[in-house]
C-alpha cells in the first residue's frame, strides 16, 4: 500500500496537485499545517495528526464538524512531546501496512525540520518501507541496499548521493556519466554531487552502509 503525507513545510500546490494524481493512496494522513492543502482542494484526508500549533484554528474544525462517516480521525497530542507531526504521522502511515509513503511539504525555510524529516528516512527504511521526501525540484529517498533508475522515469536531471553512515562500502555506480566501481564512499567529501544517468537505466550497488539518494531538477 501507498501512503501519502502533507507536512507543514513549503508546499507548491500546482506540483503537489500533480503528483499526487499519478498514485492511488491507501492512506491519506494531514500533519499539523498539512490539512491546509486538504482544505483548499477540498480532500478529506484519513487521518489529521499533530498538536496543532501552527495549524488554522478554522481549518482544523472544519474537519472536526464533518459529517461522521465522512470525517477523518483526528489525533491531537501536546506540544510537549518527543515526536515531530510528521514522525507521528509516519508512525501511522507505518502501521497502517503501507510499503511506500510520499512525504510532501517536508521540505522549506526550516532547515532543522527538514533534516529531522531526513533521519526519518531511516526510520521508515529500517521497517522495510520506502519513504520518498518530494518537493517540486526534488525526489529524496535513504536506502540501505542498491536501486535502480530507469532513465524515463527519474525524477530530475542530477542524481547525488551522500553517505549516512560514515561509509559506504563497495559503491558502483553504472550508466551514469560518472561511474564508479567498488568504491568506498566516505563522509564530509562532495564527489557524490551532480551525476547524470546516461543509460537507458541507472544502477547504484554497494556492499555496506546507508546512501541517501537525491534526485534533483535543476
Known amino acids: 500500500m501507498q501512503s501519502l503525507i502533507i507536512s507543514g513545510g513549503s508546499l507548491d500546490m500546482e506540483f503537489a496537485c500533480s503528483y499526487i494524481s499519478k498514485y492511488s493512496f491507501g492512506c491519506t494522513i494531514a500533519a499539523d499545517r498539512g490539512m491546509d492543502f486538504f482544505y483548499k482542494k477540498n480532500i478529506t484526508p484519513d487521518y489529521v495528526v499533530g498538536d496543532f500549533d501552527s495549524a488554522d484554528p478554522e481549518v482544523l474544525q472544519y474537519f472536526r464538524n464533518l459529517e461522521e462517516g465522512s470525517r477523518p480521525v483526528v489525533m491531537q497530542f501536546q506540544p510537549q512531546k518527543d515526536e515531530t507531526d510528521t514522525e507521528l504521522a509516519m508512525r501511522i502511515a507505518i502501521e497502517r501496512g503501507s ?120
Request: glycine share 10%.
Open 99 to 218: 510499503d511506500v509513503i510520499h512525504l510532501l511539504g517536508g521540505m522549506g525555510s526550516r532547515v532543522d525540520h527538514m533534516l529531522g524529516n531526513l533521519h526519518l528516512l531511516g526510520n521508515a527504511m529500517e521497517k522495510g518501507v520506502e519513504c520518498r521526501m518530494v518537493d517540486a525540484s526534488n525526489r529524496i529517498r535513504m536506502v540501505c541496499r542498491g536501486i535502480t533508475i530507469k532513465r524515463e522515469e527519474q525524477f530530475g536531471r542530477y542524481v547525488s548521493l551522500f553517505p549516512f553512515t560514515p561509509q559506504v562500502r563497495g559503491l558502483t555506480l553504472t550508466g551514469f556519466q560518472y561511474p564508479l566501481e567498488d568504491y568506498t564512499l566516505e563522509c564530509y567529501h562532495s564527489l557524490g554531487v551532480s551525476n547524470e544517468i546516461i543509460a537507458q537505466e541507472a544502477e547504484i550497488s554497494f556492499k555496506e552502509g546507508v546512501l541517501v539518494v537525491v534526485e534533483a531538477k535543476d
